[in-house]
């Protein structure tokens, strides 16, 4: 299941006009043309930026995510309508043979068991060629990004065409271990409507997830920074190598 903050309509719909600076993702078209992908998959794929971004440059985009409210914002973007769209997730993937699949904006980090995620790993795998690439970002958990996403840090209020005045805020519910829950609050301010999202992400360090990617049939490549975000995230780079351990 998605969180509300995805799967709401009225969230998803806010999605890209609280974050319209998408340049994070300059990074990852980049090496889809350093990696000579023509055929991509974008897991996670949210409201659908990256896999437009890419379908408008020529390239066949499978893009999967559970939440049907995102989805239904991505289905009305420029190059849409050249992107296959899935409403589920790694593990229920139809036959694929891509060239390389994307997890972007910290997707790697909403799977909070080690069922979960390596059955998301195992999943990609399907779907990748022999030789094909994985690539990921994950906060670096030494750095404790979490302890920044306070109400005052977070806060936001912004007039958006057609809606009205926006308010909305992170509060850290609790931070137990590699897990960290905060709560998203938005104030429709038109109405008076108030909708809560809890969110927990899970920070896993460097050698687990190397670890994990081995036993899951990848090679890890490389570990890189993120250009945008320098000293805060883990990129990986893997190579589907062999079948799953």
Wanted: aromatic content about 8%; hydrophobic content about 45%.
């Amino acid at each position: 299941m998605s969180d509300a903050i995805f799967d709401d309509p009225r969230l998803a719909a806010l999605y890209d006009p609280l974050d319209p600076d998408r340049s994070d993702l300059d990074v990852y078209v980049v090496m889809v043309d350093e990696f000579a992908a023509t055929e991509v998959l974008d897991v996670g794929c949210g409201t659908g930026t990256f896999a437009c971004m890419l379908a408008q440059r020529g390239i066949q985009v499978t893009a999967v995510d559970p939440a049907a409210a995102s989805l239904d914002v991505a289905h009305n973007k420029p190059g849409a309508d050249r992107v296959r769209w899935i409403c589920g997730d790694a593990t229920t993937l139809p036959p694929l043979q891509v060239d390389a699949a994307f997890m972007t904006a910290n997707v790697a980090q909403v799977f909070l068991t080690d069922e979960a995620w390596v059955a998301t790993l195992r999943g990609i795998h399907a779907a990748v060629r022999p030789g094909g690439r994985l690539v990921f970002e994950t906060r670096d958990p030494a750095v404790e990004a979490w302890r920044r996403w306070t109400r005052d840090a977070t806060f936001v209020r912004v007039d958006l065409p057609g809606l009205g005045v926006i308010e909305t805020w992170n509060d850290i519910l609790e931070a137990s271990g590699q897990l960290v829950t905060f709560r998203d609050t938005t104030v429709f301010t038109s109405d008076g409507t108030v909708i809560e999202s809890d969110s927990t992400l899970r920070f896993r360090g460097r050698s687990e997830i190397e670890q994990s990617l081995v036993e899951s049939g990848w090679r890890v490549d490389e570990v890189r920074d993120a250009p945008d975000r320098p000293g805060r995230e883990l990129v990986f780079i893997a190579s589907r190598v062999a079948p799953p351990a």
